[in-house]
């Protein structure tokens, strides 16, 4: 029998940390289905290759959308697939209005969101807009313009310092290493936070306003739902003269009045409130998530309902596997989440960081680039703790009040590729660093499919990063039906969780065990995990999901359950 809400969060052992938000029952049809969304990342060079180059495409994708509606999720989000040089991944979009044609092409995409929608899976698009590709015909046209002209005002070029300029304008300096900025043959020196080949738009310049409206409206006019939105917070810049020192990437140090020279400036929301209006010219209203590094207690006014209207946090990802640092990230972000009505975002893993089923077989506090430096073998990961671990926090997360963002590959429990051979790495993070870091390839490393064959499923013929042999063990066909694979245990979370979720609501209830989390969502739903190494006893209810084996009565090591009072229905 389900216990109503009221009893449940009545019960003298929870503590309430939010209370409010009322959902709909019918997430995809309901202008909030975003709150309370799992939405899965396709990395889509790396998904699924139907054409057989080694690169995947859009096609690959709505070939694999029955997978991705089985699997239960609500929404895709794809990482850019716009025409690009890949000078980083796609990030360097030369046509923010067009399909890589490697990738397929326009009408490729409208089957894909046709095949999506066909399963009520909504679609979201990611949107640079700190940057463009040098091959995009603005920065052309920038390129072969004189100093002053309106053609390189679209971007953020200055003269050089020092008695010949030939100094950078000031010492800004790159994500990817190096300084901010590049010399031209005339002389001038144009930004660049990231790569050389990812040019920084001037967004105090009205054209790359309206341009970029234009590009919003392009793609909600094909049916896309939302926007994932790059480097959130670096769009304004104080380019007053003379420009303002800033020889730190952002990080702790971002001042919490909004004045930093280069991040998290209040004025970046006066452009995601003009996005809100474009967003809200929809029926429903399109939705974005805004992927900002501003300090912890900025980031709710990227999710304002005038804004961007969620944020991404990546506290989870940053935490260790204990019951103290999830308990705190968890309530932090709820209570952050509430502040403005938006929901809280979770994310495990993404395209930029190692994988969690590898962070979680490192000893904590590991630095991850000297790990990858060493291919992998110093330490030595612990690849089944790992996973184990990773099976458990998963669980955890979807049992989290908020949208659960999903990375392509998770659901198979994938580790990290360690040691791709130097001449394979992609990232410009290596290059960019005199090979001191490998970067971001081994999570980008394409999904298998199959077993067996060419690139495990991938494609007909060799994938763009080479595939470890490790790879069939873990594929889709191999893990489909097992009970005990981690693709059949996200799949059972998601069809749970689809039924179960209803309220935005958390309770915490005292375990009584330091390494135990346990709290309950509303209808008698909960959620418990052991962190420890060691079992302990189970609470009360029926045991409908785990991440690892049952044992009747006993929580093992390292292990999340969901419970309800109430028998499977
Ligand atoms: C964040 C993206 O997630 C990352 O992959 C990219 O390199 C940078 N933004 C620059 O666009
Ligand atoms: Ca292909």
Known sequence: ????????????????????????????????????AVVYQVYPRSFADLNGDGIGDIAGVTSRMDYLAELGVDAVWLSPFYPSALAD????????????????????????????????????????????????????????SERGSAARARYIFRDGTGPDGSEPPSDWISHFGGPAWTRLPD????????????????????????????????????????????????????????????????????????????????EVHDIYAEWREVFNEYDPPRTAVAEAYAASERRALYARPTGLGQAFNFDLLQADFTARDYHDVVTFCLNEAEKTGSS?????????????????????????????????????????????????????????????????????????????????????????????????DGCRVPLPWSSEGSSYGFGDGPAHLPQPTAFGATSAQAQDGRPDSTLELYREALRLRRQLQTVEDLAWVDSGHPD??????PGGWSCVTNFGTEPVALPAGVVRVSSSEQVPGVLPGETTVWLTAWPQD
């Open 344 to 440: 809280s975002t979770w994310v495990l893993s993404n395209h930029d960081v190692v994988r969690h089923a590898t962070r979680y077989g490192l000893p904590a506090g590991v630095d991850l680039d000297e790990w990858l430096m060493s291919d992998g073998t110093a330490p030595v990961l612990d690849a089944e703790a790992g996973l184990r671990r990773a099976r458990a926090a998963s669980l955890l997360m979807l049992a989290l009040p908020g949208s659960a963002y999903l990375y392509q590959g998770e659901e198979l429990g994938l580790h990290e590729v360690s040691d791709l051979p130097y001449a394979a790495l992609q990232d410009p993070i290596w290059l960019r660093t005199g090979n001191e870091k490998k970067g971001r």
């Open 1 to 36: 029998m389900r216990r109503s809400p009221t009893t449940l969060f009545a019960s003298k052992d929870c503590v309430p940390v939010t209370d409010h938000a009322l959902l709909s029952t019918d997430p995809q049809l309901d202008a909030l289905w975003w709150r309370q």
């Open 89 to 144: 991944g796609g990030y360097d979009v030369a046509d923010y209005r067009d399909v890589a044609p490697e990738l397929g092409t326009l009408a490729d995409f409208d089957a894909m969101v046709a095949a999506a929608k066909s399963h009520g899976i909504k679609v979201i698009v990611d949107i640079v807009p700190n940057h463009t590709s040098d091959l995009h015909a603005w920065f052309q046209e920038a390129l072969a």
């Open 187 to 266: 002389g001038q020196w144009y930004c660049h936070l990231f790569a050389p080949e990812q040019p920084d738009l001037n967004w105090d310049n009205p054209e790359v306003r309206e341009d970029f409206k234009t590009t919003l409206r392009f793609w909600a006019d094909r049916g896309v739902d939302g926007y994932r939105v790059d480097v959130a917070h670096a769009l304004s810049k104080d380019l007053s003269e003379p420009l303002r020192s800033k020889p730190v990437l952002e990080g702790a140090d971002l001042p919490l009045d909004g004045t930093d020279p280069l991040y998290d400036r209040n």
């Open 516 to 521: 135990v989390l346990h709290f309950v969502r």
